[in-house]
């Protein structure tokens, strides 16, 4: 697929190229700026639709697993197999107590586990605001020596209640970063992993009174 | 003209069904799917599949012994087999090809580079 970073300045000049090189005419720059919004467009097509087959797996995955009672399992199925992530963690949050319980995790040292399941900045933020935090978007000054590893705490929100977090803390090796069809899975994640995860609780609670 | 089976295997739902989505982009492919090394192993000898797309870490038998299986068993030994794994690094992809796999692709699966890949082995 072809990165957002590839923008339409290096379409229109590739198609400058071809055209020269094959001994075709010229192209005017309105007919370049119009082929140019046409790749550009097709690609734009061409990535929802990467994301539409994700999403769908997503859901399918996530549906799957709430009847198989494995909705952690099927949470790091989408991270390792959709977004690349294999060292993550889940901790439910308690907002009564105000504490975290650690619920999954793959790929974590069992001393980093115990060391957020005290909570730390990026986590408290998470919950405190009901929003995502990324690494990359905390002022340095905000970030706990044990966070430098740490890509992002998802926040997982159900009907505005916050009932815990993903940790993310390491992706694949060929993975240079999160990229936009990842931010659009753990935006799914963040709601519809995060109903999953409370109906899951619900059957628990059901079955054991 | 009859259309190429292959055979998906890997015991995450979610990866075999965002594998056959991608492969529904060419309609002329018969999928058949494996959830196990062991399983994979069977299918290949039952259906013989035209080409193996194969994950790597799976229970009760990995990839890379399903593909030594099945290049050391004259009936399965032609079938290209292309590994998938989450692991990138040098040393893991030596690893795959030491097992006798034709290729070696990582996660996450990209769409284009899947679909190339089938097209040089299976001549479309």
């Known amino acids: 697929m072809i990165g957002p970073e590839n923008g339409s300045r290096t379409l229109r000049k590739n198609i400058a190229e ?9 192209l005017s720059s309105e007919e370049l700026r119009i082929r140019a919004q046409q790749l550009s467009l097709r690609e734009q097509l061409e990535r929802n639709h990467f ?5 769908y797996a997503a859901s399918a995955g996530i549906i799957q697993a709430l009847a198989e009672g494995d909705v952690h399992a099927a949470v790091g199925e989408i991270l390792g197999n959709l977004i690349g992530c294999e060292e993550a963690a889940i901790f439910h949050y308690d907002q009564a107590n105000r504490h975290f319980v650690h619920a999954w995790s793959v790929g974590v040292p069992d001393e980093t586990l115990q060391h957020f399941s005290k909570g730390t900045g990026m986590m408290w933020r998470a919950v405190g605001e009901g929003v995502t935090q990324f690494h990359d978007r905390q002022p340095e000054s905000h970030l706990q020596p044990c966070e430098q590893n740490l890509i992002a705490s998802v926040v997982l929100k159900s009907s505005r ?3 815990g977090v993903i940790l993310l803390f390491g992706l694949l090796p060929q993975k240079n970063g999160l990229e936009w069809v990842d931010y659009q899975l753990l935006k799914f994640l963040e709601t519809y992993g995060a109903v999953a995860i409370q109906l899951q609780c619900l059957q628990k609670n059901a079955v054991t009174p | 003209m009859a259309s190429k089976k292959i055979l998906l295997v890997d015991d ?14 060419k309609s002329n492919y018969e999928l058949i799917s494996a959830v196990d090394g062991k399983e994979a192993v069977e299918r290949a000898r039952l259906d013989k599949p035209d080409l193996i797309l194969m994950d790597i870490m799976m229970p ?9 299986v099945i290049k050391q068993d004259k009936a399965t030994s032609g079938i290209p087999v292309i590994l998938l794994t ?17 290729d070696y692709l990582t996660k996450p699966v990209n769409d284009a580079e899947l679909l190339d890949l089938l097209r040089a082995y299976l001549g479309e």
């Open chain 2, 12 to 25: 995450s739902c979610t990866a075999r069904l965002v594998n056959r989505m991608i492969f529904s982009q």
């Open chain 1, 161 to 163: 209640e916050v009932v």
């Open chain 2, 60 to 68: 009760r038998m990995t990839g890379l012994e399903a593909c030594r």
């Open chain 1, 51 to 55: 994301l539409l087959e994700r999403l």
């Open chain 1, 18 to 26: 071809r055209d020269c090189t094959n001994g075709e005419r010229i």
């Open chain 2, 86 to 102: 989450t692991r990138g690094e040098e040393s893991y992809v030596q690893e795959g090809y030491a097992s006798g796999c034709s």
